[in-house]
């Protein structure tokens, strides 16, 4: 029995295309109707299941605290609009519906610790699972945010220092066919996970290193929030080439639509989050 990997929708928010996809560059990026809608893109918070064989289940990302209000700055809250993100559609509420809780995992795996990625994380203070963080990404929280910071909230992982919890570095094979990534740029330490599925084949799972399925263009596609833009566009170039070189599947931060490659082609490719949407 061989990997197995589903999705989570949890919730959906608008936000200014242009604070993800740099207006400088001559392309418009390609949507599917219904995404944008007077400027505004209809970004989806979500995450991911891994069930492994040997290593039970991992969670990937884990999107925005019901908490939200009370927590997000005021300067955050005039660029998006949470108020579809209800209790009802975050994290808690999503793994109920699956029949699943926090203590239901092996591992969480934060590709970053921006506060739409890892608002879910604090379910897991006291489950038992491993936390799994870049160091750099860890290194530089832990520094500077005191409380609420670069779009970081310290309460979202406050409680890692305390927690089973493993610091990656570099490229690293985490369980049999899954390797942990790292790709910063967006942030110090933003990571995604490559796995090998016996029938869907290679996947990436990018975090916010690729917002969108056409983000590597030509030309790719920077976001002006991306922290550092040189370490981007390494990392940019690195996800083309793992897609380009295994025909991979790239599963972005925020879409719907993932990347599959083809004989070293990109195209287009819905991903599906109804319950039973498996991939294997």
């Avoid at 608008?14 to 505004?40: C, K, T």
């Avoid at 750099?136 to 500077?144: F, G, I, K, P, S």
């Avoid at 490719?269 to 294997?280: A, C, D, F």
Wanted: charged fraction near 20%; charge should be negative; proline fraction near 7%.
């Amino acid at each position: 029995m061989g990997i197995k990997l589903y999705g989570l929708q949890l919730g959906t928010f608008p936000m200014p295309m242009a604070a993800l996809f740099d207006p400088s560059l001559g392309r418009e990026p390609e949507r599917f109707e219904g995404d944008v809608v007077d400027g505004m893109y209809q970004c989806p918070a979500l995450s991911y299941v891994i069930e492994h064989p040997d290593s039970g289940r991992i969670l990937f990302e884990t999107g925005i605290a019901p908490t939200w209000a009370e927590e997000w700055l005021p300067e955050w809250l005039q660029m998006l609009n949470l108020d579809a993100v209800t209790p009802e559609v975050c994290l808690e509420a999503v793994l109920r519906e699956r029949n699943l809780s926090p203590e239901d995992f092996s591992h969480v795996i934060q590709g970053h610790l921006h506060a739409d990625h890892a608002g879910g994380l604090r379910l897991f203070e006291d489950a038992g699972a491993t936390i799994v963080v870049h160091e750099d990404e860890w290194r530089h929280v832990v520094t500077n945010v005191a409380e609420a910071d670069e779009f970081f909230i310290r309460a979202d992982w406050n409680f890692v220092s305390r927690a089973p919890q493993t610091l990656m570095y570099g490229e690293q094979e985490i369980a049999k066919d899954l390797w942990c990534i790292s790709l910063p740029g967006h942030t110090p330490g933003t990571m995604g996970i490559l796995a090998r599925l016996d029938e869907t084949g290679w996947v990436l799972l990018t975090s916010d290193a690729m917002f969108f399925h056409d983000t590597l263009g030509p030309p790719p596609a920077n976001s002006p929030i991306d922290m550092d833009k040189e370490a981007w566009n390494n990392s940019i170039a690195r996800i083309a080439s793992i897609a380009a070189d295994r025909d991979a599947w790239l599963l972005p931060g925020h879409d719907t639509t993932g990347a599959q490659f083809v004989d070293g082609v990109r195209g287009a490719k819905r991903i599906e989050y109804t319950p039973g949407s498996v991939y294997e």
